[in-house]
């Protein structure tokens, strides 16, 4: 019985350290109202969102590109789903203005591409319509392949020549690019490992309060099952005793 109180209040103690643990080092205060408490950005920014897409539903959206105000050409998507389900996959499809599949992804936790946009509406579908009871959180991304220059940004006139000047601050500009990527990658690692500890959390927690009924119920049912068991023993030899004897 000491050894099963022992390791009771253990669990407790471990949960209470762990939400210690995720208050002080996830659970700061949000840098803004666009992101949430795993620090994606809820709505589009910069091409990057997440998002829930639940059991048996199918989440698309579109797209218009217009090659005259477009300069960049070819796009880099990635899709990974960050929660839901053991296997954590989805179904990813991307459709041309044609209707053609340019990607077309079959129950995949991470999905990663490259293609060449064309003039139209594009159409992108995470399809989550073969879960019956998980729903998923995806993260979207489909940004620019290539590092847009600063004069293009600026909209000015590329010169002919770059000056010294310019192909540093150029050279920053696609290294900063370089850093962003490495970030969101750092990013997605973060929220996969904060949706696994709260997980985790949860079932700890669920198995302390389940240990704890049960131990407090136990001297409950023994007391019962005693009293039950020396009540019917005294009856019966109380119906047996023979007074005349």
């Excluded at 897409?53 to 070819?74: P, W």
């Amino acid at each position: 019985m000491f050894f099963i109180l022992l390791l009771i209040s253990s669990f407790i103690s471990l949960t209470i350290q762990t939400d210690l643990i995720l208050n002080q080092q996830l659970g700061q205060k949000k840098p803004s109202d666009k992101v949430d408490s795993d620090w994606l950005p809820t709505r589009n920014e910069g091409g990057e969102f997440r998002l829930k897409v639940g059991a048996r539903e199918e989440f698309c959206f579109h797209e218009v590109f217009n090659l005259k105000e477009t300069q960049n050409l070819k796009y880099d998507l990635k899709v990974r789903v960050l929660k839901g389900g053991r296997s954590k996959d989805i179904d990813v499809i991307v459709l041309s203005p044609n209707g053609k599949k340019i990607i077309d992804q079959r129950r995949k936790p991470k999905v990663t591409g490259s293609f060449e946009i064309s003039e139209g509406e594009w159409r992108f579908c995470l399809d989550n319509k073969f879960s019956t009871v998980s729903a998923k959180i995806v993260y979207f991304s489909l940004r620019a392949a290539e590092t847009e220059s600063l004069q293009k940004q600026a909209k000015l006139q590329a010169p002919t020549v770059l000056t010294f000047g310019d192909a540093a601050l150029e050279a920053i500009n696609v290294n900063l690019h370089i850093v962003q990527s490495h970030q969101t990658e750092s990013r997605l690692k973060m929220a996969s490992h904060w949706y696994h500890v709260q997980n985790l959390n949860e079932r700890v927690s669920n198995w302390s309060i389940g240990e704890l009924f049960l131990m407090g119920a136990s001297p409950l049912i023994q007391v019962t099952l005693l009293r039950r068991l020396f009540k019917s023993n005294y009856g019966k030899k109380s119906a047996n005793k023979n007074p005349l004897a």
